[in-house]
Structure formats: structure tokens, C-alpha cells
């Protein structure tokens, strides 16, 4: 919902931010490969209860998925580059709030609910890219292979409930079930939306 608004403000930091890595010679692919690292390590430090230490873990993941995009359009968007971008994404996704739900016994069914919200959300969201995809190749022959389906929970909206999770662990059940429900209703307006869009 907010991530029109949130990358028009940290999108020009990041550009100049990817280009300084790119003269030094860093690779979009290896910035990736280092936003993962950092996911981990994220997850680890909240599994052993260390939150601020995961909640900057989880900052330098989000930079990182943010630079991998600036960068290569800055050189070359190539197809593996956006498989590793989705890929990762979603990997970061779920072990954050795993991590939580590990961490203590009481947030386990709370993160488990979550994840499911995220499966059923993320399988949405793929197959909108997938078929919007196909459709628009076959009908206007445009090289755009990947198209984002906009909704109430974005990245923006992840990242602020995961900051949450990481400030105020005790509320973690609360803001988990606040989550969940608003990614459910993601899902059920990306449904209204393919059914909108697509034949059938």
C-alpha cells in the first residue's frame, strides 16, 4: 500500500548508493547473496532473543534487496538476478517470523498462522505475475516478464510489522494475528482483482 510512497523517498539514496558499489565492483548478484546472509543472521539474533541486533539485520536485508534492483538497472537486468530477487524475498519472509515462533512456545501457533497467510498471499501474488505476464506478452509483444500486484500489505507494510516484532517482542501474538489478517485481506483483494483482469 505505502511502497509507491516509500520508494520514491529512499530510491534516489540507493542509486547513488549502487553506483559507489558498482565502481568498486560489487555485482547486483552478490549484493543479493548479502541481503540473504543478513536475513539469517537476522533470524538467528531473534531466536536467541538478541532484537535489536536482529532488527539491524533485518535493515541491512531490506537495503540489500532494495541495491540489488538499483544496481542492475544501472548495468543489466538479467533473468537470474530476478529469480534470486523474488527467491530471497520470500525465503527473508518466512524465517523472520519462524524465528519468533521458535523462539518462544507462545508465539508458535501466532507465527504458524502467519506463514500460512503468507503462503496463501504469495501464492496470489505469484501467479498475478505469472498469468499478467503471459497475457500482456501475447497481446502487446512487450519484454516485461515479472508484473507486481499492488495490495494492502506490500514490502513497506512487512517491514514495519517485522520492526514491530522486533521492538516490542512481548506483543508479538497481538501484532502477529493483526498481520495475519491484514495479509488475508490482501489475498481476497487480489482475488476481486484477477477476477476483474482475467478471462474465465
Not at 15 to 42: D, E, H, K, Q, Y
Not at 97 to 124: D, H, V
Not at 131 to 148: C, D, G, P, V
Amino acid at each position: 500500500m505505502f511502497d509507491r510512497y516509500s520508494q520514491k523517498l529512499v530510491y534516489p539514496a540507493l542509486n547513488l548508493l549502487g553506483v559507489f558499489l558498482l565502481r568498486i565492483g560489487l555485482t547486483p548478484n552478490l549484493v543479493s547473496w548479502s541481503g540473504i546472509f543478513f536475513g539469517v543472521s537476522a533470524a538467528v539474533s531473534i531466536y536467541y532473543s538478541f532484537m535489536l541486533l536482529g532488527l539491524l539485520f533485518i535493515l541491512i536485508n531490506r537495503i540489500c534487496d532494495g541495491l540489488d534492483g538499483q544496481m542492475a538497472r544501472e548495468t543489466e537486468v538479467s533473468d537470474y538476478g530476478g529469480f534470486l530477487d523474488i527467491v530471497f524475498d520470500f525465503f527473508f519472509y518466512a524465517i523472520i517470523p519462524l524465528s519468533f515462533g521458535l523462539q518462544k512456545e507462545e508465539n508458535l501457533i501466532p507465527a504458524l498462522f502467519l506463514l500460512a497467510s503468507f503462503l496463501i498471499n504469495g501464492s496470489s501474488f505469484l501467479a498475478y505475475a505469472a498469468i499478467k505476464a503471459s497475457n500482456t506478452k501475447n497481446q502487446r509483444n512487450t519484454e516485461k516478464s515479472f508484473h507486481y500486484s499492488d495490495g494492502l500489505i506490500e514490502g513497506s507494510e512487512t517491514i514495519l510489522f517485522f520492526i514491530l516484532f522486533c521492538l516490542f517482542p512481548e506483543k508479538f501474538s497481538l501484532f502477529c494475528y493483526i498481520f495475519c489478517f491484514l495479509t488475508c485481506l490482501t489475498f481476497l483483494q487480489r482475488l476481486v482483482k484477477a477476477k476483474a483482469e482475467f478471462k474465465g
